[in-house]
C-alpha cells in the first residue's frame, strides 16, 4: 500500500524481520539503548535531556560504532544516528574515525560547534513556505526542491554516505558507516513528486476509537485534530497518511541511491546493510497519533538485515520477536568480530540467519519495552519528553510474547528514580492470537485483562515483565 520499490528490494535480498521492537518509542531514548547495546534502565535516558555519556552512567562504555572502530574499522556517520546533543557531539571522537566529519545537516548541539570532527552544513527540516506546493505546513507539506534556500535534510545527509563509501572503497579498510535519515520525522516535508504517488482518498484507520477498557494513563494528545473522546475526522486522517506516505516514499528513493553507490562500488556483495526505524508510528488507529505508546504501533518496527554470505537468509521472512537492542551483539557475530567485553544486554540475532523461523518466536521467547509519563507537565499524562529523571510520575512496562501484550503502569519514586511496584496504578492484556503482522488495525482494540479465562496469562507475563524491569533497576 505504499511505493517503497527500493526496500523492497531490500527485503527481497535480505532478511525481514517482522516482528522487531526497539526499547522505547522516542527518539533519544531509543538511540541511546540501540547505540550502546543496553536498555533504557540501564542508560539511564527517558527523555530528551539525558544521554549514556553521564559520568554516572556510562562515560566508559563502548557505544556500537566504537568497537568497530576498536578493530580497526573506518567509522563515519551522518544524519540522525545519536540523537542531536544526546551525547554531545554526536559522541565525537569516541564513536568515529577522524579520516571525515561526522555530518549533521541543521541539527548540531553546542558542543558540535566546537568540534572539528563534525560538520553542521545548511539543510531545510521544515516547511519551507516560498516552496511549498500543498499541505498545511505543520503536519505535512510537498516542496517544489527549485524554490529551496537550502537543500533538504535527507539530500545533504545521502550525499554525505555516498562520499563515505566512495572514500571507504578508496581507503581498502573495513568500515561501518551509519546513514541516518529524518523522514518521516514530522513534518512531513517531501518533494512534490512523492506525494503525487498517492491521493487524499487513502483509507482512514478502521478502529479510529481508543481501546475499550484502555487506561487513561496510556494515551496522550497528537495533536492531529483529535482529543482523546473525539478522533480526528475521516478525511483529515486520510490527507495526514497522504503525507506520511509521501515521506516514506521520499525516504526509499534515498535508500535506492545508498544501495546503488554500494553496487557501482562493487561493495555489496561483502557488505551487511540493516534498515531499521528508531520507533514505530501510530496513524490515527486507537485515536493515537505520532509515537511515544507501548503500544504494538508504537513499539514495533521495520527491521531489514542484508547479510550476503549468509545464504539461507536471502529473501526470507521471520516471525521471530527480536529488539533493537539485540543489533550491537548481532553485528559483532555477523562480522566475525569476537564478543563485545562488556556487559552488554540484548542477544546475537545471528543464529537466526542460518534457519530463519517462520512460525514462534524463535531464540527469544519476548520482547520488552517501556514509556514514561508525567501528570504535572502541561497536558494530561504528558509523554515526558522533558520531565527529568526525577519528574516522572508513572513509567509503563510492557512484555510481547507470541499471542499478547501485557503492560503495567507504575507510579515512580523520584527520589529514588525507580518504579513502585507494590502501586501498581492500571493493567492492559491485549490479545495478538490472528496477527500476521500485515493489518495494522487488527489487535489491540480491547484491553482484556480483567476478562474470566486470562488471569493464567496474565499472572504468566507479569512475573516475565517483572523479573527483566526488575533485575534492570
Not at 516560498?130 to 535527507?154: F, T
Not at 507475563?461 to 527483566?468: D, F, G, H, K, S
Request: hydrophobic share 35%.
Amino acid at each position: 500500500f505504499m511505493h517503497t520499490p527500493n526496500i523492497d528490494k531490500l527485503a527481497a535480498s535480505g532478511l525481514l524481520f517482522n516482528r522487531a521492537y526497539v526499547q522505547y518509542s522516542f527518539c533519544a531514548p531509543s538511540r541511546n539503548s540501540f547505540m550502546t547495546g543496553r536498555r533504557p534502565d540501564r542508560t539511564r535516558d527517558w527523555n530528551f535531556i539525558d544521554h549514556f555519556r553521564e559520568p554516572s552512567v556510562g562515560a566508559n562504555w563502548t557505544s556500537m560504532p566504537e568497537y568497530f572502530k576498536k578493530h580497526d574499522y573506518l567509522t563515519l556517520g551522518a544524519g540522525k544516528l545519536f540523537h542531536v546533543g544526546l551525547p554531545p557531539a554526536f559522541d565525537v571522537p569516541k564513536s568515529w574515525s577522524p579520516d571525515m566529519p561526522y555530518v549533521s545537516p541543521a541539527q548540531c548541539d553546542p558542543a558540535s560547534l566546537n568540534m572539528s570532527g563534525v560538520s553542521c552544513p545548511a539543510g531545510t527540516t521544515n516547511c519551507y513556505e516560498p516552496a511549498m506546493v500543498a499541505g498545511d505546513g505543520k503536519h505535512y507539506c510537498a516542496i517544489d526542491e527549485s524554490k529551496l534556500e537550502y537543500p533538504l535534510y535527507d539530500r545533504v545527509t545521502v550525499n554525505a554516505t555516498i562520499s563515505h563509501l566512495r572514500y571507504a572503497k578508496k581507503t581498502g579498510k573495513n568500515f561501518f558507516i551509519g546513514c541516518g535519515f529524518h523522514r518521516p520525522h514530522l513534518p512531513w516535508a517531501a518533494p512534490k513528486e512523492f506525494y503525487d504517488l498517492y491521493t487524499d482518498t487513502l483509507p482512514p484507520p478502521k478502529h479510529p476509537d481508543v481501546p475499550v477498557g484502555m487506561p487513561e494513563v496510556a494515551w496522550h494528545q497528537g495533536n492531529f485534530n483529535n482529543t482523546r473522546t473525539k478522533p480526528c475526522p475521516a478525511e483529515d486522517a486520510s490527507r495526514f497518511r497522504h503525507g506520511y506516505y509521501a515521506a516514506i516514499s521520499y525516504m526509499d528513493s534515498l535508500v535506492g541511491q545508498v544501495l546503488q553507490e554500494l553496487d557501482d562500488l562493487g561493495l555489496a556483495d561483502n557488505t551487511i546493510v540493516a534498515l531499521w526505524g528508531d520507533h514505530g508510528w501510530q496513524l490515527g488507529e486507537m485515536n493515537l497519533w505520532r509515537k511515544m505508546t507501548n503500544f504494538e504501533l508504537g513499539v514495533r518496527i521495520p527491521l531489514i538485515v542484508r547479510s550476503p554470505f549468509k545464504k539461507n537468509s536471502i529473501g526470507k521472512k521471520t516471525s521471530a520477536l527480536v529488539e533493537i537492542v539485540d543489533m550491537y551483539q548481532t553485528f559483532a557475530e555477523l562480522a566475525g568480530l569476537p564478543p563485545p567485553e562488556e556487559n552488554l544486554e540484548g542477544t546475537s540475532l545471528a543464529p537466526i540467519f542460518d534457519d530463519p523461523p517462520t512460525s514462534g518466536t524463535g531464540i527469544k521467547q519476548y520482547a520488552f519495552s517501556q514509556f514514561a509519563k508525567g501528570i504535572t507537565h502541561g497536558e494530561p499524562w504528558d509523554t515526558c519528553t522533558r520531565c527529568t529523571r526525577h519528574t516522572i510520575d508513572f513509567m509503563g512496562f510492557t512484555i510481547r510474547s507470541d499471542k499478547w501484550r501485557y503492560t503495567e503502569w507504575v507510579p515512580w519514586n523520584k527520589d529514588k528514580v525507580k518504579p513502585m511496584w507494590e502501586n501498581v496504578n492500571a493493567t492492559e492484556l491485549y490479545s495478538h492470537e490472528n496477527d500476521d503482522g500485515d493489518d495494522f488495525d487488527c489487535c489491540e482494540n480491547e484491553n482484556v485483562v480483567h476478562v474470566k479465562g486470562n488471569s493464567k496469562i496474565v499472572a504468566e507475563l507479569q512475573a516475565e515483565l517483572r523479573a527483566q524491569f526488575q533485575h534492570d533497576t
